[in-house]
């Protein structure tokens, strides 16, 4: 699906990646994984758009790509949900969902107004294919909990009917019932809707619970991956930890 190859970036005399190598598979959940300032968050960057690698090259089904911009990644089907869900909490659930794409009426003068029965319509379509248990797409997000809110956030994403799932720290201050209902949407949204993922979590056993292959980055580097159902959470975080002198000791 994705395959990120000698990625390299700098922030002035910051080497936040040296020559890192990612593949994500069709239909596949990777966990990216790795201590603070290890590297995660500017490589999914890289892969939106939102930074431009120094070095490096990227595929995309197979093909060279050049992702220069937000807007690139988003039409070849890359869509990135973010570490503070980035919604506007004084709005309801649909026109969060439909944010700055707003369907608008048919007629040369209707087409100036927001067609909010489509949207509200659509929205509930996408909280129902998402087994979101909202009573109504008019709440306001802000009095929705945390996981309702990440929910929100993953249809917004949906909605623009993505092939790949950037998800920053999706269960990061969520509490156990909500972190479950995100990682289960996760399983769902690679089940039953064929979407590959990456996520970034600190949270090994979130990784574990619904991941199929790791990967570790340390210092800006890539220290090596592992298929989930063949480790153990020790084993990865002391790949996290110890980095390359693990790796090494590990095939002495
Ligand atoms: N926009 C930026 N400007 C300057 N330095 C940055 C910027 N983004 C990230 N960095 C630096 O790059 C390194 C990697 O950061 P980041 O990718 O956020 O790590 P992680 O997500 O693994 O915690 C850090 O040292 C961070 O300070
Ligand atoms: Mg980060």
Redesign the pocket.
Known sequence: MVEMKNISKS??A?R?LIDVNLTLHKNEILGLV??????????MKILTGAYNADEGEIFFEGSPVRITNPRESRELGIEMVYQDFALCGNLDIATNIYLGKWPTKKGWLRKWFVDVKTMDAESWRILQKLKVDASSVKLKVEGLSGGRQQSVAIGRVISFDPKVIILDEPTANLSVTATQQVLDLMLELKNTHDVAMII?SHRLQDIFAVGDRVMV?KR?RRVGERVIKNTHEQDVLSMIVQGDAYEQSRRD
Do not use: E, P, Q, R
């Not at 201590?35 to 968050?41: E, H, M, P, V």
């Open positions: 922030f002035g910051v936040a790795g201590d603070n300032s290890a590297g995660k968050s500017t490589l970034i980055l800006g």
